[in-house]
């Protein structure tokens, strides 16, 4: 984008990034890092190296930018780009809100179904439970886990794994289909809806969603998707508790965990956790067994993170292996009753 009058250079959306994540700083920017691809970190981190200094002006530009586009964008997410347009004509100007706007237009996705996202979960159900299930499964898979996991725990059992199955192995949907299955809800809800052509659903959404559910219906839906698709049960099953999760477990749950750890594993699992993960572990060890494992760890130098992946899910899958006999219980969203 060329900067009026001519008196700034055009800046590169890169450029524009590496400055942001600069002007953040390397505690924040690291947060951002997680949440990109290995090519993209790649790009940015080059991309910093080769920036030697920032004008205040361009810094305060860009910053000013990014800013004026994370308000467009709630703005959208709240209400519509209509709405956003009216909000941002406000506290703008009418020429400055078109402008962002444009930016946004040519990649910001609505996502469809945004009018179902604020409707009760009861009511909702009443609407879409006689649908086929490949119609509830596109429904779900934009919505919130939270909302999702009550209606899928509220579907009748013999639906719930067809469902999840779905969701799981849903990749791209049609606009054509989604305008559709929208303008019926539409009409039933008497609400308006932007849509655009999305990637949705996958296994990452169903995870999402059986985190949230209760144990129940949890152990049912994996229990008959392990006799339908047992690889699609395995694929869901790793990612449905990860190594960081063990702080959602109390200190008797951990140190139950520990007893079934062989120390070797231990040591390298927790080269590629964070701090918080490894302190809580550290907590509940013995002085004596933390000040071995801290040595062995420090000892034994770099490891491959294949290694330390594979000592993490041999941890998971300890903890799930006691959390499915009873001897440990997982803090889970969906409404899991303690009986004392």
Known sequence: MARGGGSEPEITGVQKAAILLIALGPEKSSQVFKHLKEEEIEELTLEIANTKSITTQTKDQVIKEFYEICLAQQYIAEGGIGYAKELLESALGSEKAMEVIGKLTASLQVKPFEFVRKAEATQLLNFIQDEHPQT??????????????????????ERQADVAKRIATMDRTSPDVIKEVERILETKLASLVNQEYNIIGGVDAVVEILNT????????????LEIEDPELADEIRKKMFVFEDILLLDDRAIQRVLRDVENSDLSISLKGANEQVQNVIFNNLSKRLAAMIKEDMEFMGPVRMKDVEEAQQKIVNIIRKLEDA??????????DEIVV
């Open 136 to 157: 509830i499964a596109l429904i779900l898979s934009y919505l919130a886990p939270t909302q999702a996991a009550q209606i899928v725990s509220a579907l009748a059992p």
């Open 213 to 224: 559910v209760d144990r129940g219906t949890e152990k049912h839906i994996m229990e008959t």
């Open 326 to 335: 009873g001897e440990i219980v997982i803090s889970r969203g969906g409404g």
